[in-house]
């Protein structure tokens, strides 16, 4: 559960490691992923279009495969992630007879054609993302016109609890400041996709001591990836100082972490116009009298 932050950038190397790691027990960790899953699904259920291909982006082991797979019943579902391990967990899962395709690539070079998808789903991929822009990029690339990008990622009120604790104990980059959804919207729009529509939920997830929050994290492959973490161990004292900052800030016996979850969806354009290209609605064009 990271994204990026500030004069702190993601190594997709280290990403790739984590979820890797994480890929033998991710379907057991990964209730966040679920929930937003799930309003992703919901939201994604009166939306209206064309078959084709659909890429779940991002699909870790796959579980939104087999619901994209009954949704668009006439389309091709190809599930495409950075971690090999985790796309071994989906086909390990996957019935003989199911049609889902896996690809092993990186969101933001994707081996597709120009104009060649119908829908993306992307659950949770964002906050992954070193270069968003370079990923709503390319999305806008291989998207048809018309087509759709359904995705969730987390807003920067995520994690604060956490992030204070280890602000409590030194100044290094610990946990990621997560992109607000102005700011996503801007970036989609900037890329040549149209009429993002984003809300926001929120979601507490309590645990009993700051070792839990840790053993998910892990599990999750939610780990520090940022480019300036401490490159030494933290030591010991110092992790405990910021486990008891974590556990004194919470109101009772339990440690409350709250996640801001952030839903959008947006519409392909079309061919991009080059940087010498300028394109100009008919309906605008006066007439000279």
């Known amino acids: 559960?990271?994204?990026v932050v500030e004069n702190a950038r993601l190594r997709t190397i280290d990403v790739q490691r984590r979820f890797d790691r994480a890929a033998a027990k991710f379907d057991d960790a990964d209730f966040v992923h679920a929930v937003t899953r799930d309003g992703l699904l919901h939201r994604l259920e009166p939306m209206l279009v064309e078959p084709g291909i659909v890429i779940d982006l991002g699909s870790a082991t796959g579980a939104a495969c087999r619901h994209l797979s009954r949704r668009f019943g006439r389309s091709r579902v190809v599930a495409i992630d950075l971690s090999l391990f985790m796309l071994r967990q989906l086909r390990h899962r996957q019935s003989r007879f199911s049609k889902t395709a896996a690809v092993q690539a990186n969101?933001?070079?994707l081996p597709l054609k120009d104009q060649s998808v119908a829908v993306i789903f992307a659950n949770l991929l964002l906050p992954w993302i070193d270069d968003p822009a370079a990923l709503f990029r390319e999305v806008a690339?291989?998207?048809k016109k018309g087509g759709l990008l359904l995705f969730s990622t987390l807003g920067p009120d995520s994690l604060l609890e956490l992030?204070?604790?280890w602000e409590s104990v030194d100044t290094a980059a610990h946990v990621n400041r997560f992109l607000d959804m102005h700011d996503i919207g801007d970036a989609a729009v900037h890329a040549g996709l149209r009429d993002p529509v984003l809300d926001v939920d929120r979601l507490t997830v309590?645990?009993?001591d700051p070792a839990a929050v840790f053993r998910d994290l892990t599990a999750a492959g939610a780990r520090n990836c940022l480019r300036q973490r401490p490159r030494s161990l933290v030591g010991k004292a110092q992790f405990a100082s910021m486990k008891k900052a974590l556990a004194d800030a919470s109101n009772g016996d339990v440690i409350r972490l709250e996640l801001e979850l952030v839903y959008g969806h947006?519409?392909?354009s079309g061919p991009l116009a080059t940087p010498t290209e300028?394109?100009?609605d008919a309906g605008q064009i006066g007439?000279?009298?």
């Open 287 to 289: 007439r000279r009298r």
């Open 107 to 109: 969101a933001t070079a």
């Open 141 to 143: 690339r291989v998207l």
């Open 206 to 208: 309590t645990y009993a």
């Open 163 to 165: 992030r204070k604790a």
């Open 266 to 268: 947006c519409w392909g």
């Open 278 to 280: 300028y394109r100009v």
């Open 1 to 3: 559960m990271v994204a």
